[in-house]
Structure formats: structure tokens, C-alpha cells
């Protein structure tokens, strides 16, 4: 895939000082009201609490006021063009991968197509080797269980403008101090929950812009290929077997890659290859042998990675 020049505009913009909001039904929703009232090339909006905050697929996306982190960076479309929405995808989700992994190491990782995990016993890719900037710190006191949880989300919705990005609203949020979560979230975790240590929200934010920014560079760059390789080398069971969930049916595959144009993951049964994007598609975490009688525990494990 080729990416056009963006040209000589300063692509990304900076986001300046963020907009911070003691309430707001969704900072997605937020940002693309402004977008349609006033010409802005970069805005960067932070709520303490959402009244309708959504993740992908439709889900609510819950999270307690003023403990963790809940964003919408806007950007002008700067002459992308709209075929590489989830180029753009790839670029944010390897950015925040990265940005956890100053905390969780390389146990932070990506669940297609855009969730953050926290996956022990995931040592695909060394964070510090690909980006000096992050460190990998030994998680001294685990408080959650050794499956795996899901501490963080991304929701990008852009307006066209002919065959461009008109605007681009990332919508990303972190659980950053959080530590008590509803029955019927018994996957979600946080930074605090993971390293049993409190830790400072403006410098995850921080650290995300500007992990943000340096991956989104690669676009303009027409880097592409590293993004996607990136992509790929942070994502939870690529090139290994996992456990997948479709209508209802459990079975194993190897997640073999992702299309960079469509997002559409591509999938090996043992038998044949399997691509698209079906809506009912999950990747489900692994599950101790106690769990794999409990229909409830399975039907939470595949249904939250969405």
C-alpha cells in the first residue's frame, strides 16, 4: 500500500494546552460539535467524567470520575487520504501499546483491532529495543489474576471531505488509578491495579501525545510498513494459536496478519486461511481449566474484547 505525500503542512499538529472538562456526555461527541462550529486544527480534550462515553462496536465504555483517563485528540486530516483509517488505527494503538509499556513492559500489548492489554508471559517485542524513550520496570506486586486484563481502549472517528480526512476525532481511554470495577467487568484492570502503585495521570497523558505524535509522523513519512510490522509485533496472538469466539462457537486459530487497508484480521484454523471483519468475531483471553465448564466466565472473557 502507498501512502500519498501529506505534503509540507506540519502534520501532526501540536495539540497545545488540553481542554479539560468536568463532565461531558463523550469527548468524541465534544470534539466533533466543536469541529463542526469553529476551524481548528488540533484540540485536545480531557473529561473527569463521561455521561455516554463509547468504546467500539456500540459498548459503553464506564469509568469512575477523576481516576483515570478519558481523551479525544482532534486533528485537522492534514491531506490523508481516507483509505488509511486504519493505517491511522495501527499508528495510535502501537502509541499507547507503547505508552503502557513505560509502566507494564512488554506485557503490554494490543487486542485486535484497538484494545490495551496487560498480558503476562507476553514477550513478543522488547518496548525499550523499539523505542529508547520507554523503559520495561519489573511489575514488583501483581494484583490481578495471570490472564490478562484489559486496562485501556481506542475509538478514531473521522470526517471525509471528498477522498481525505477532513478531521480525525482519537478517542482514547486509559484506567489509570481505578482499582474497584462492576461484576459485569471482570476483565478491566488499571495501571494501579496491575502495579499496586498510584500513578500520575498528566504524565501518561503526556507520554501519550508524544508517543502519538512520533508514530503518527511515521504516516506523513509514508512509513507504513513500520507501522504496520509494529502493529503486528505488539499484537496479542499474532503468529501463535488462541482462542476465538463466533456466534457462539469457540475455536482455535493462528492470527497469521491484519490488512492494513481494512482492517480485516486474517486468520489460519489448521485448515484454511480466514480473513474479514464479522461483527460477532472475538478473540478470547486463555481461561484456567476450571473456567472452560463455566459458559458465564466465557461468555465475559470473548464478549469484553470488543
Known amino acids: 500500500m502507498i501512502i500519498p505525500h501529506i505534503g509540507d503542512t506540519p502534520w501532526p499538529p501540536h495539540p497545545g494546552q488540553p481542554v479539560f472538562l468536568a463532565q461531558i456526555d463523550s469527548t468524541n461527541q465534544e470534539a466533533i460539535r466543536r469541529a463542526a462550529l469553529e476551524t481548528t486544527n488540533s484540540l485536545l480534550l480531557v473529561a473527569e467524567q463521561q455521561t455516554a462515553g463509547r468504546g467500539q ?30 493505517l491511522l488505527n495501527m499508528a495510535v494503538a502501537c502509541a499507547l501499546c507503547d505508552t503502557g509499556a513505560h509502566w507494564l513492559g512488554n506485557q503490554s500489548k494490543i487486542k485486535w483491532p484497538n484494545d490495551l492489554w496487560y498480558l503476562p508471559g507476553s514477550n513478543n517485542f522488547d518496548a525499550g529495543e523499539i523505542n529508547p524513550t520507554v523503559t520495561s520496570p519489573l511489575i514488583e506486586d501483581k494484583k490481578v489474576s495471570d490472564l490478562g486484563r484489559k486496562w485501556g481502549g481506542i475509538l478514531i472517528e473521522n470526517q471525509i471531505s471528498g477522498v481525505v480526512f477532513r478531521h480525525s476525532a482519537i478517542g482514547f481511554g486509559l484506567n489509570i488509578n481505578q482499582t474497584r470495577f462492576g461484576q459485569h467487568l471482570p476483565l478491566a484492570a488499571s495501571l494501579k491495579s496491575i502495579t499496586g502503585k498510584e500513578v500520575n495521570r498528566d504524565e501518561v497523558l503526556h507520554l501519550a501525545i508524544n508517543q502519538m505524535r512520533t508514530w503518527l509522523e511515521k504516516i506523513k513519512r509514508d512509513e507504513h510498513i513500520v507501522i504496520s510490522d509494529g502493529y503486528l509485533n505488539r499484537l496479542w496472538g499474532c503468529h501463535e494459536f488462541c482462542d476465538f469466539s463466533l456466534n457462539g462457537n469457540r475455536f482455535s486459530a493462528r492470527i497469521e496478519g491484519v490488512d492494513p487497508q481494512t482492517g480485516e484480521l486474517i486468520i489460519f484454523d489448521g485448515r484454511q486461511i480466514l480473513r474479514g471483519v464479522h461483527p460477532e468475531l472475538r478473540q478470547c483471553v486463555p481461561c484456567t481449566e476450571s473456567e472452560t465448564e463455566d459458559s458465564e466466565i466465557l461468555s465475559a472473557k470473548c464478549s469484553q474484547n470488543v
Open 57 to 86: 462496536r456500540g459498548q459503553a465504555w464506564e469509568s469512575d470520575g477523576g481516576l483515570n483517563l478519558l481523551c479525544t485528540w482532534l486533528i485537522g486530516g492534514g491531506g490523508l487520504p481516507s483509505s488509511s483509517a486504519f
